[in-house]
T-cell receptor, first 113, second 112 residues
């Protein structure tokens, strides 16, 4: 069964608004979770590593002020796309490690009008 | 850093035939190589993985082989079925930082 629950599965928003995506660990506590971004017909790009109780580690080129990550509890990490613009439209996927294997959520399709 | 190359980008086979997808990696420190299947609009699903202390692993119709010397690893799907149609991604990790570096993906189409 699924070990990661991600919500919402899709969201449409107006340009300038903020959108929050939730990623919840369903089995064990997840001190570390990962956020990926995927463009149509493209590979997965790691955006940031979310660490419980501390600041996220962002990959080079990812704007930390644009993509706010909060990992306040051992089972929940959130990604907030702030002041979204059409170029932020993409498929966002979270993941976590369980027994050294990486499992992904179902993804969130964000469309910014 | 690690770089993973995946080929082919698209693959079309007839139902019942075999499909092979190949990947190469650059970092000799990588020791964990998973394969994911992604259906349209869904997150990637782990289908099989292999560690560097093993040369081959099989799970029913799916097998993965690893050549550490050449830094190659491949996914083999036998007796393909239409439901195998999806995008497949290989990945590599040194398992220290937990980061997975993905290949570009292969869109597999199995024709009935």
């Amino acid at each position: 069964g699924a070990v990661v629950s991600q919500h919402p599965s899709w969201v449409i928003c107006k340009s300038g608004t903020s959108v929050k995506i939730e990623c919840r660990s369903l089995d064990f506590q997840a001190t570390t979770m990962f956020w990926y971004r995927q463009f149509p017909k493209k590979s997965l790009m790691l955006m940031a590593t979310s660490n419980e109780g501390s600041k996220a580690t962002y990959e080079q080129g990812v704007e930390k002020d644009k993509f706010l990550i909060n990992h306040a509890s051992l089972t929940l990490s959130t990604l907030t796309v702030t002041s979204a613009h059409p170029e932020d439209s993409s498929f966002y996927i979270c993941s976590k490690r369980t027994n050294e294997k990486l499992f992904f959520g179902s993804g969130t399709q964000l469309s910014v009008l | 850093g690690e770089n993973v190359e995946q080929h082919p980008s698209t693959l079309s086979v007839q139902e019942g035939d075999s499909a092979v997808i190949k990947c190469t990696y650059s970092d000799s420190a990588s020791n964990y190589f998973p394969w994911y299947k992604q259906e349209l609009g869904k997150g990637p699903q782990l289908i099989i993985d292999i560690r560097s202390n093993v040369g081959e692993k099989k799970d029913q119709r799916i097998a993965v082989t690893l050549n550490k010397t050449a830094k190659h690893f491949s996914l083999h799907i036998t007796e393909t079925q239409p439901e195998d149609s999806a995008v497949y991604f290989c990945a590599a990790s040194d398992n220290q930082g937990g980061k997975l570096i993905f290949g570009q993906g292969t869109e597999l189409s199995v024709k009935p």
